[in-house]
């Protein structure tokens, strides 16, 4: 607890995958003074002392999360290194189109020529690699051969591109997660200007004459006000916006509704959640399938996939992609299934949905969980439903191929692409890659929660850095582009300094 009196130069509000980066970036500067919180648990430098199911990194653990037993839509991970500790370990980046659009509404920082170094940045201090050939099991080798079938052709997932397959770049190593708290903060742990400050819940920020003048947390039951001269707020899609309006900073009338005293009216807070809703096809694995993949699971090398497709809907503009169609075969992500027995099937997930939803508090206490309605399929035109539905169809062509069908074949039940409206929108599932509830934007655009800078609009001294500020989300999962966003911003937080 020493040092905490005296303050900081900066406070990192949140020690997930763009708070980790920006730790170890800006404590890089020897006279600055940096303190990162987390609201979750820090395991420590050295692996050994790291949950197992955090390091393997052929399941999604579901153990440092803020809410354990709620709906998928809705998992944050608690603990240092974010979301990075309980993902898939997969990295790929969006399109030429993506960056033109933050571009228009960010400035010329977020084209793509512009954001190169950081991906390149990303990457390398990330480790980020190919899966070697022992990780491909019979199911994964013949998807790849499924998509060549359709006429797709071999893509890098890493970069900007166009429509075809390919593998991810991961961040996992011998069936260990890698996570963004090993690869930025080991090194910079050492150094005393900086702190990590975990088990510390951020409860608001002391918001007066537009400038933050403290943030109150709880540890241990205790309440602590940190001060500092920046401040940095990375805690995620969902936590940002809650944090932002537990301080008085969102839509002045919700505020009111749950208590909250308004300091600084931006109605943009909390708004324009974007995620990408997707439909799980399931398939019968064959007794032949099911027995390859319990041998692969014996040597240690099952992973539920090591590929993927991008594709393009009718609606897409051409050169780009709007789905990612995902083929997988192992254990069930969340049980289920008896040990010994998999599951098959290719998931069809829309990556640039024109339907929004919300974050929003229920009350002022810290300690209840925002109100998360993603609104998924929502779009008045019913864009976001086509595009699903084209998805599909691309699905059962790539089932019938002559390299999967005789692994799987059909489950029991209607043709996915045969449900109606309704059926579809009660199998819809997440991608789990929320974001835009304090999106950046224009000067005159009344949404805009941020600039292209980070900068909150109307609080001289607070930024947002995480993926709750792009505005819209790319066509990729979104942990590589976080991760360049970061170290963007944590570039133009040491030039301003």
């Keep these: 607890m020493t040092g905490r009196s005296a303050g900081y130069d900066v406070l990192v509000l949140g020690g997930g995958v763009a708070g980790c980066v920006l730790a170890a970036r800006l404590s890089e500067d020897p006279d600055r003074t940096v303190c990162v919180v987390e609201a979750g648990p820090d395991f420590g430098r050295e692996r050994s002392g790291w949950p197992t199911g955090v390091l393997n990194a052929r399941a999604l653990p579901r153990e440092e999360v803020w809410e354990r037993h709620a709906p998928a839509h809705r998992i944050r991970a608690r603990l240092l290194g974010g979301s990075s500790c309980i993902n898939g370990c997969w990295n790929t980046w969006g399109s030429e189109a993506d960056h033109a659009e933050w571009a228009r509404l960010g400035g010329p920082r977020w084209t793509a020529p512009a954001m190169e170094p950081y991906r390149l940045a990303a990457v390398e201090r990330m480790g980020l690699r190919r ?232 009350s002022a206490d810290h300690t209840a969980a925002p109100e998360i309605d993603p609104g998924f399929l929502s779009d008045g035109g019913g864009r976001d439903l086509a595009v699903l539905r084209s998805g599909l169809e691309l699905v059962e062509r790539m089932a019938a191929t002559a390299a999967l069908a005789p692994l799987a074949g059909p489950a029991r039940g209607p043709r996915a692409r045969d449900l109606s409206d309704r059926e579809l929108r009660a199998r819809v599932g997440t991608y789990w890659h929320p974001v835009g509830t304090c999106a950046m934007g224009a000067p005159d655009d009344p949404r805009a929660v941020v600039d292209g800078e980070g900068r909150v609009r109307g609080v001289s001294n607070l930024r947002v850095v995480d993926a709750s500020i792009l505005p819209t989300v790319p066509a990729a999962n979104t942990q590589l582009p976080v991760l360049a966003v970061a170290e963007m911003l944590a570039d133009l937080v040491r030039e301003a300094a």
Excluded at 183 to 212: F, H, I, K, M, Q
Aim: aromatic fraction near 6%; glycine fraction near 12%; include cysteine.
């Design 131 to 362: 899966a070697p050939e022992h990780e491909f099991s019979w199911w994964s080798r013949s998807a790849l051969a499924a998509a060549a079938e359709l006429g797709f052709r071999e893509v890098d997932m890493g970069t900007p591109g166009g429509p075809g397959y390919g593998t991810p770049l991961l961040n996992a190593f011998d069936g260990v997660r890698h996570n963004a708290a090993f690869a930025y903060l080991e090194a910079a742990r050492s150094r005393p200007n900086l702190t990590v400050l975990a088990d510390a819940a951020v409860d608001r920020l002391d918001v007066r004459d537009g400038r933050v003048r403290g943030v109150s947390i709880e540890v241990d039951g205790r309440r602590e006000t940190l001060h500092a001269d920046g401040y940095l707020l990375a805690c995620g899609s969902f936590g940002s916006p809650a944090v932002l309006m537990r301080s008085g900073i969102g839509p002045a009338a919700h505020l009111l509704e749950v208590g909250v005293r308004p300091q600084v009216d931006l109605p943009g807070v909390g708004s324009n959640l974007v995620d990408q809703p997707g439909v799980f096809v399931p398939l019968a694995p064959t007794d032949e399938l099911n027995a390859a993949l319990a041998e692969k699971e014996a040597t240690g090398d099952l992973y539920v996939s090591r590929m993927l497709v991008r594709a393009a809907s009718g609606l897409c503009p051409e050169g780009s992609w709007d789905l990612h169609l995902l083929p997988v075969a192992g254990p069930p992500l969340f049980g289920g299934l008896p040990r010994g027995q998999y599951e098959a099937g290719i998931s069809a997930f829309v990556m640039k949905p024109a339907s929004r939803g919300t974050v929003r508090l229920v």
